[in-house]
């Protein structure tokens, strides 16, 4: 097995260069005895995750923590719903710094896309919830009786 000169490579800061193998072949055709030589190159790259680690994931892991925060408040506190629309929007911004840094390609979509994606959901279900929360918080008990769907959907506590 054959390895390539890398004396003159310039190191990537997003690439690790590991490995170049070069592997000679011999082809022999019907019509001629001398034989044909071609070589190989395999080059096997590894891309260094630690900046979209630091920058991307660990910034959205404690965004999606802050969004569980959101159910200790208590319902008086009047912040509910202003920090979850925050930590949504905090979520969108991180979206659109993926999709710049990201090359565009149309047939998959990249893990962390589909990441960011998922969490936003869970993020906006849980400001939808906490809205739901507050109506049912905030109701007048002496006011005009629960809607047909609704006392079949939810549990009325006394």
Same mark, same amino acid.
């Given at each position: ?35 044909? /030589? ?6 096997? @790259? ?16 404690? @965004?999606?923590? #802050?969004?569980?925060?959101?159910? #200790? ?13 925050? *930590?949504? %929007?905090?979520?969108? =911004? ?8 990201? /090359? ?9 896309? &589909?990441?960011?994606?998922?969490? @936003?959901?869970?993020?906006? %279900?849980? *400001?939808?919830?906490? =809205? %739901?929360? %507050? &109506? ?18 939810? =549990? =009325?506590?006394?």
């Amino acid at each position: 097995m054959l390895e390539v000169d890398i004396s003159t490579y310039i190191p990537n800061g997003e690439w690790d260069l590991v490995g170049v193998p070069a592997k000679r072949n011999e082809l022999y055709y019907e019509c001629c005895k001398e034989p044909y /030589p071609d070589v190989t190159f395999t080059v096997t @790259m590894r891309r260094r995750t630690l900046y979209y680690g630091l920058n991307l994931l660990i910034p959205c892991v404690l @965004m999606s923590g #802050l969004a569980l925060l959101v159910f #200790l408040l208590p319902a008086d506190s009047g912040e509910k719903i202003s920090l979850g629309i925050t *930590v949504l %929007l905090s979520l969108t =911004v991180f979206m659109l710094l993926v999709a710049e840094i990201m /090359p565009a390609t149309s047939d998959s979509v990249p893990l962390i896309a &589909q990441y960011f994606a998922s969490t @936003m959901v869970i993020v906006g %279900l849980s *400001v939808v919830v906490t =809205v %739901l929360v %507050l &109506q049912f918080h905030h109701h007048d008990p002496h006011g005009g009786k629960m809607p047909k769907w609704g006392d079949k959907n939810y =549990v =009325v506590w006394k």
